[in-house]
């Protein structure tokens, strides 16, 4: 088997990571990609926001906590001590599609080079504050984007999770007789 479809056979979702930061050269792999995954018509119309300040990463951590309704002190991002936020442009018809496939290149990168990854969401509902609107303009965004999520980074701490068996029958053929 080729050492592609091995890493997307063994990656798992960490929710436990060690507080050492993750190195800005390592974090530009991941970002690159990122910017590598397929997009519809090949536009591009995805952005990433890299969080590796301690105040605003447990500002957005929070503010998750809260819209996820989860119980006070809880950290949706596991300790992670870096985050990947990917926003799609609101208007384009593939945004979510694309946003998704970034997703998914991001995490395939960070288990490439030895981290640990997890999807978390919340981030539509995030952007659709004033915050998050306030956060796009601070950094020069004007154009209205979505958030389609974030991509928790760091050490793993602990043991790497087994994969779950594959349930069966999720797959149809429909085959030349």
């Known amino acids: 088997m080729s050492e592609v479809l091995d890493k997307m056979k063994s990656r798992r979702s960490i929710r436990k990571y060690k507080p050492d930061m993750v190195p800005q ?37 929070e503010m998750n906590r809260e819209i996820a309704g989860m119980k006070e002190g809880t950290d949706p991002f596991y300790g992670a001590p870096a985050m ?18 970034v997703m998914g290149n991001l995490m395939l990168a960070a288990h490439e080079l030895g981290l640990g990854s997890c999807w978390i969401h919340r981030a539509k509902e995030e952007f659709e504050t004033d915050w998050g609107k306030e956060l796009l303009k601070s950094l020069g965004i004007e154009e209205e984007y979505e958030g389609i999520g974030h991509c928790a980074l760091g050490y793993i701490d602990g043991e790497y999770p087994e994969a779950a068996k594959r349930k069966e029958n999720r797959v149809f053929y429909i085959t030349e007789d």
Request: charged share 20%; glycine share 10%; no cysteine.
């Open 25 to 61: 050269d390592v974090l530009n792999q991941i970002i690159e990609a990122g910017l590598y995954a397929a997009s519809g018509m090949g536009y591009q119309n995805t952005i990433i926001i890299q969080v590796t300040n301690k105040k605003l990463r447990d500002e957005i951590s």
């Open 84 to 101: 990947l936020i990917v926003l799609a442009k609101k208007d384009w018809r593939t945004g979510v599609y694309d946003g998704s496939l």
